[in-house]
């Protein structure tokens, strides 16, 4: 980078990519969203938004997409995903592996019937 107008160039560039993003689930997209803090991580994030990921990839869904966030406030819950609705619905799926990512998909996803045993309505 050598001057102003080039950062100015990157960040229009940047802000259009996140326009992009936000404006999906108003396109009849469903976002997920992966809790990706140290707390989540450490409780095993990234192998379920790897596996998310690859399996959106692999059956060819186009109508959702993942994204990662940071803390999501409930620690003892991680790895936390959440899954936003074109809709406007929101499904907070707790304690989740690779195993219950992929199904999350399958089930969630592409049936369009929550999984409610991973659910946080589920914790007693």
Do not use: W
């Amino acid at each position: 980078m050598k001057s102003l107008a080039e950062l100015e160039q990157i960040r229009n560039r940047m802000a259009n990519k996140i326009n992009v993003r936000n404006e999906a689930s108003e396109d009849g997209n469903t976002r997920i969203v992966v809790g990706m803090a140290t707390c989540g991580i450490a409780a095993g994030a990234r192998p379920v938004l790897t596996a998310m990921m690859e399996e959106i990839e692999k059956r060819g869904i186009t109508n959702a997409y993942v994204t990662q966030t940071g803390c999501v406030g409930m620690c003892k819950y991680e790895p936390i995903v959440e899954v936003y609705g074109a809709d406007g619905s929101k499904t907070t799926y707790i304690k989740m592996d690779a195993t219950k990512a992929v199904r999350v998909i399958n089930e969630h996803i592409v049936n369009g019937n929550v999984v409610a045993e991973f659910t946080i309505g589920a914790e007693k």
